[in-house]
């Protein structure tokens, strides 16, 4: 008896190895997405606990909420949001403590229609990653600094020039369908540039128990699910070999 062989097709190979139904579940989204504070946001911390507020001097307890726009510069399942609205929640150590593990949800929320179902939990509030070497150096183009304290470990500050300089934070999160429960994971950072004082000033009188008012922007990313990008990237390897091969055969 003649045995035949039986060849699949590599594109439905590589489609079955990212079909919806398999152990890797879908992205909810993918892209940046771009915010600016439709007003201005205010941090008060004494080097031991601290508030964000981001509609100041609405709550000054860190329990409020801010607005932001969403603007230009967005891509991906978030670009058909500029010009939009979102509500982004005020925080604080005793909900929110530094470097930990946490559950914050309904940390941004979303107006536009196409995705009011959406909400960020914020999961985590990152350390700053700048050593603390130029944190009292005279002040100077190019230094940055993350100083060790409770309540202000969050911060990364760098000096643009001797006069001028820029401050973030960055967090960690769960961006969630409501009407499916898909789930995505986000990195985010929120920043804030100070076009008349170094780090080493504004630094300084935070610590001092100062509220600092500022203008702010900031992007969300949304990370790829690791397993879903690896099939992908195997499925894309099982199409280019086939290529390969019909080419050598003809």
């Known amino acids: 008896m003649k045995l035949h062989r039986v060849v699949f097709p590599s594109v439905v190979l590589a489609a079955c190895l990212v079909a919806p139904g398999s152990d890797a579940h879908a992205t909810l989204l993918?892209?940046?997405?771009?915010i600016a504070g439709s007003g201005s946001v205010a941090v008060t911390s004494n080097g031991v606990n601290y508030v964000i507020d981001f509609q100041p001097p609405v709550n000054t307890d860190g329990k409020g909420t801010g607005a932001v726009s969403i603007v230009g510069g967005s891509t991906g399942s978030f670009a058909g949001?500029?010009?939009?609205?979102?509500?982004?929640?005020?925080?604080?150590?005793?909900?929110?403590?530094?470097?930990?593990?946490?559950?914050?949800?309904?940390?941004?929320?979303?107006?536009?229609?196409s995705a009011s179902q959406w909400t960020i939990t914020l999961t985590k509030l990152l350390t700053g990653s700048y050593g603390s070497a130029d944190c009292l150096s005279a002040p100077a183009a190019g230094q940055n600094c993350t100083v060790g304290l409770p309540g202000v470990k969050e911060f990364n500050w760098s000096n643009i020039t001797d006069h001028s300089s820029i401050v973030s934070a960055s967090f960690e999160g769960i961006a969630t369908d409501k009407a499916t429960g898909e789930t995505s994971k986000i990195n985010g950072t929120l920043g804030a540039t100070f076009s008349d004082k170094p780090f080493q000033t504004i630094l300084s009188e935070a610590i001092g128990g100062a509220t600092i008012t500022t203008s702010y922007s900031g992007t969300i990313t949304a990370v790829p699910e690791p397993a879903t990008s690896s099939l992908m990237l195997l499925g894309g390897l099982v199409v280019a070999g086939a290529m390969v091969?019909?080419?050598?055969?003809?």
Do not use: C, E, W, Y
């Not at 993918?30 to 771009?34: M, R, Y």
């Not at 939009?84 to 940390?107: E, M, R, S, Y």
């Open 245 to 250: 091969r019909r080419r050598m055969r003809s």
């Open 81 to 113: 949001l500029t010009g939009t609205q979102a509500t982004i929640k005020d925080l604080n150590d005793a909900d929110v403590p530094v470097g930990v593990p946490v559950n914050l949800p309904d940390f941004l929320t979303f107006s536009a229609p």
């Open 30 to 34: 993918v892209g940046n997405l771009a």
